[in-house]
C-alpha cells in the first residue's frame, strides 16, 4: 500500500495496470486521505469520459469522487486553483501535453496524483502515460484478475478486435487478461479476422 512520504515538495505518482485493476479506487482513496488531512483537492478527468457519470469519477466498485471534466490537459491549470493535491483519472485519454501540465504543478508544490491504463488494447504503451511514468517519482502498478485462467492479470483484452484505440466500454467490450491469455486472445482474433475477409 502506498504512504504519503513526509516531504513538502511538490511531486508526480502513478498508478497505472490494465482495465479492473483497481487503479480508480487507488485514485479516490489517496484523495479522501488527503481530504482527511485537511488539503485542498482537486480532481479531474477527460470530459470524453461519461461512462459512469458526466461529471464525478466513479470507480468500477461505484466509489465515487467529484471531479472537473477537461477536454485538454492545458484546461486543468486553469482550474487548480489553490489545490494543493490534484487527482487527474482516466490519463490515457489526456493529450501529449499532460506531462508538461504535471510538471508545472509538481514545481509549484502541488501533490499530482495519476490514473490510468499503462498499455492500450493492443498491449502498447497507451497515450500520455509512457511520459508520464519516466517523470514520476512513485509509480504504482496494479494488476486485475485474469478473466479467463484466474491467474494475475496486467493487458486489456478487447473482445472485438478493430483499429480504435479509444473505445469506451466496460466488461461487455473489455476483459483483464495474464500475458499467456491475452497473447492466445489476440491470435484467435487475428486468425478469425482473417477468416472473415
Not at 508544490?109 to 500520455?128: E, Q, Y
Request: with cysteine.
Amino acid at each position: 500500500m502506498f504512504v504519503e512520504p513526509r516531504t513538502e515538495k511538490g511531486w508526480v505518482e502513478v498508478i497505472c495496470g490494465s482495465m479492473f485493476s483497481g487503479k480508480t479506487e487507488e485514485l479516490i482513496r489517496r484523495i479522501n486521505r488527503a481530504k482527511i488531512a485537511n488539503q485542498k483537492v482537486r480532481v479531474f478527468k477527460p470530459a470524453i469520459d461519461i461512462r459512469y457519470d458526466q461529471v464525478d469519477v466513479v470507480s468500477h466498485k461505484e466509489s465515487r469522487i467529484e471531479s472537473i471534466p477537461v477536454s485538454s490537459s492545458k484546461e486543468i491549470l486553469n482550474h487548480v486553483g489553490t489545490a494543493e493535491v490534484v487527482g487527474i483519472d482516466e490519463a490515457q485519454f489526456f493529450d501529449y501535453e499532460l506531462p508538461e501540465v504535471c510538471n508545472k504543478l509538481a514545481e509549484k508544490k502541488v501533490r499530482v496524483i495519476i490514473a490510468g491504463l499503462d498499455m492500450d488494447f493492443k498491449g502498447l504503451p497507451f497515450g500520455p502515460m509512457p511520459t508520464l511514468l519516466a517523470i514520476s517519482e512513485y509509480v504504482t502498478k496494479v494488476h486485475a484478475i485474469c478473466m479467463n485462467c484466474g491467474g494475475i492479470a496486467g493487458y486489456t483484452f478487447k473482445k472485438v478486435l478493430n483499429d480504435q484505440t479509444v473505445e469506451l466500454g466496460e466488461k461487455e467490450l473489455y476483459e483483464a487478461r495474464c500475458r499467456s491469455c491475452f497473447n492466445e486472445g489476440m491470435a484467435l482474433l487475428k486468425d478469425q479476422m482473417r477468416l472473415n475477409l
